[in-house]
């Protein structure tokens, strides 16, 4: 290559060197030729102010589009020290302060911003202090904010929306429907009014309402993803699902980094029976963002049908970890630990959903029950002693003997037999079957308890925990 490149340079000089020579020669024979004039060049031009100011407020919306909002801000603070008479730049500033979180400091600069104005020239200053009280979890202070804007403009669009999602939050669907409406009133095509009118017919039961006010938001902003994602879910609803899919895939396609649009899509491959295309989208939803704790259940439920049980109690885990009152994750900690004849652990994982819910005393009854399964009958016995007031007899009253039971270690069950039969609730008679079974297997008499065992499995309640644990049994003990 060296070689190459030597020859090339040869060559150009010999060609120079023969050019000059020519043009030598050249001069040496013809006649003088006249000078030509100088070029005339235009004087540079300087941006005026005005100019330059637009410049910077564009390089300023160019570092907030990359994420650099510290020197975004920096800059517009010196942008707005040079303009201090121009009312935009300091509520541009509570903006950026307010997406750093820094909503003191924000709070403090769109109040001042509205100091000495007129009510109609304050508009845009109180609706973002609306939007900071917000952001801030104040709801009386933005509804406050929000009653001024609408005192002085009743027709204002964005303060109407405002007020629409505090209805919609307070679940008041109708006055956040007439908030919406009004809305649109002023402004036919406002996206985020189509939106809320749609969640709030959708709320309302009203599907095929919110169908339409949707296909208008589409028609408004065909490439907002948050669009399509609400109208996949109105489709769902409606039992369209390839209609659903198809808005799920274009919300994506417009939002490939939004960890919400894989996991909505996941959670319809789920429901409709494709678990290989719903765990993958699951898996990137929990890729985008690792810290959303419901990919994980739809994924552990996924490893956990397909028999994959330390996957799946991997995510449950993390689910216990991530959203600690969430005690259905406890449930299956116990079910997989349970299956797995890991005793001491379904103990602990069903005393922890017993503890996270009131309403779900067969916890109780399957973490004594677990400890019967390990042979520690003196631990069972301890155990239901704390657990037997905490069950409500008059409410629960099979519970309550089946945990007895527990306490007396009796070969007399007849008493739980008889509130059996009395049992209207065809997911309590199921449970209690598989908890008097389970006690008679505990106690070392595995034929009579599997009899139980498989009159509650029979009972065919999918979906409960009983008859997860009536599954686990059937399998271990080769029924």
């Not at 106690?443 to 925990?465: C, H, K, P, W």
Request: negative net charge; hydrophobic residues 45%.
């Amino acid at each position: 290559m060296e070689r190459r490149h030597i020859r090339i340079a040869r060559a150009a000089a010999f060609a120079s060197a023969t050019a000059l020579a020519l043009f030598a020669a050249s001069c040496a024979v013809a006649p003088p030729r006249p000078t030509p004039p100088e070029p005339i060049v235009e004087p540079a031009v300087e941006p005026s102010p005005e100019e330059k100011a637009r410049l910077e407020l564009e390089a300023i919306h160019g570092l907030l589009s990359g994420g650099r909002m510290d020197e975004a801000l920096g800059r517009l603070e010196a942008l707005a020290a040079a303009w201090p008479e121009n009312r935009d730049y300091p509520l541009l500033r509570a903006s950026i302060l307010l997406s750093m979180d820094r909503l003191g400091e924000a709070r403090a600069l769109a109040r001042a911003a509205a100091d000495g104005l007129e009510a109609r020239e304050a508009l845009p200053a109180l609706l973002l202090q609306s939007e900071i009280e917000r952001f801030a979890g104040d709801a009386r202070a933005q509804r406050a904010i929000l009653d001024q804007i609408l005192t002085v403009d009743p027709r204002h669009a964005e303060a109407n929306v405002s007020m629409g999602g505090l209805h919609y939050d307070a679940k008041n669907y109708r006055a956040a429907e007439e908030a919406y409406r009004t809305a649109l009133a002023a402004a036919p095509d406002f996206p985020d009014a189509l939106v809320g009118l749609a969640r709030a017919q959708f709320r309302r039961g009203d599907q095929r309402g919110a169908l339409a006010s949707l296909d208008r938001a589409v028609a408004a902003a065909p490439n907002d993803a948050i669009v399509r994602l609400d109208r996949s879910r109105v489709l769902y609803e409606l039992g369209r699902y390839a209609e659903c899919e198809a808005e799920l895939d274009e919300a994506i396609r417009l939002a490939p980094q939004s960890a919400w649009t894989y996991l909505e899509r996941g959670i319809l491959y789920f429901d409709t029976g494709r678990a290989a295309l719903a765990e993958a989208d699951l898996s990137k939803s929990i890729e985008l963002n690792a810290s959303y704790f419901l990919p994980y259940v739809y994924r552990a439920s996924i490893r956990e049908q397909a028999g994959r049980d330390e996957e799946a109690l991997a995510d449950y885990a993390q689910v216990a970890r991530l959203q600690p009152d969430y005690w259905f994750s406890f449930e299956s900690i116990g079910a997989l630990n349970y299956r797995l004849g890991r005793w001491q652990e379904a103990h602990a994982a069903f005393d922890k959903a017993a503890a996270a819910t009131p309403n779900h005393p067969e916890y109780y009854v399957a973490a004594g029950v677990s400890l019967l399964r390990a042979g520690q009958a003196r631990a069972a016995k301890d155990y239901a002693s704390r657990a037997l007031p905490r069950i409500n007899r008059e409410t629960y009253p099979g519970y309550w003997l089946a945990m007895r039971l527990v306490f007396d270690q009796t070969d007399m069950s007849s008493e739980l037999e008889l509130q059996i039969n009395r049992t209207r609730s065809l997911d309590t008679k199921a449970s209690l079957l598989y908890y008097l079974g389970a006690y008679w297997v505990g106690r070392g008499r595995a034929e009579l308890g599997m009899r139980f065992i498989q009159m509650s499995y029979d009972e065919n309640r999918v979906g409960t925990v009983e008859r997860r644990l009536a599954e686990a049994d059937l399998k271990r003990l080769g029924q």
